[in-house]
């Protein structure tokens, strides 16, 4: 199973766009990139997931690079309820292996 | 919209004594999964249920853990005797069909055993 490498954390002041990156160099082609995040003490949310083109909607933008070794998840203005830990998982044979994520922190 | 439902929310039990989890799947989903999280960590998967079949159980420690979908609907999972090392988040998700569907989760379970 591909692994993902993400930032264990970031901050962003809350209007502005949080940009959150991921690794994931040994994706196969096959492999979709999902995004979810878990806000605490709460089941983990479903973000968006993409293949190979850039996908978009209401919660987020998702870019991922032509290669599909790395991805962005674009959070286009943050509020203080994105603080959240947000986990990047490369799903094959519809199994989501969840590594430690990224914990963002919005403020004020 | 419809939600993973998950009772209890919260679950203090002792060492050795047996708790018993439930999960509501969205309606109409047919594969459903349990996974557990320990505190800091992301969640990993105990068990996956196809209707009513378990397809993969390998994360499963089976000489404590069980889990059934009796009807292919609702599920349940037991731990029987409890561990210290249980304590953590119980999660169950589910998704409509089988390959690269997105899973919803439900809000989890909270055990501690003392």
């Known amino acids: 199973d591909a692994k993902t490498t993400q930032p264990p954390s970031m901050d962003c002041a809350e209007g502005r766009a949080a940009n959150l990156p991921c690794n994931h160099s040994t994706i196969s082609g096959n492999e979709y990139v999902y995004w979810y995040r878990q806000i605490h003490s709460q089941g983990p949310q479903y973000i968006i997931h993409?293949?190979?083109n850039n996908e978009t909607n209401e919660m987020a933008s998702l870019i991922i690079t032509e290669d599909r070794k790395s991805s962005t998840l674009i959070l286009p203005h943050a509020t203080l309820r994105d603080t959240a830990v947000y986990y990047c998982?490369?799903?094959?044979?519809?199994?989501?292996?969840f590594g430690t994520g990224t914990r963002l922190q919005v403020f004020p | 919209e419809a939600e993973v439902a998950q009772s209890p929310r919260y679950k203090i039990t002792e060492k050795s004594q047996a708790v018993a989890f439930w999960c509501d799947p969205i309606s109409g989903h047919a594969t459903l999964y349990w996974y557990r999280q320990i505190l800091g960590q992301g969640p990993e998967l105990l068990v996956q249920f196809q209707d009513e079949s378990v397809v993969d159980d390998s994360q499963l420690p089976k000489d404590r853990f069980s889990a059934e979908r009796l009807k292919g609907v609702d599920s349940t999972l037991k731990i029987q005797p409890a561990e210290l090392g249980d304590s953590a988040m119980y999660l169950c998700a589910s998704s409509l069909l089988v390959a690269s569907d997105t899973q919803y989760f439900g809000p989890g379970t909270r055990l501690t055993v003392l």
């Open positions: 993409g293949l190979k």
């Open positions: 998982i490369v799903e094959n044979t519809d199994k989501l292996i």
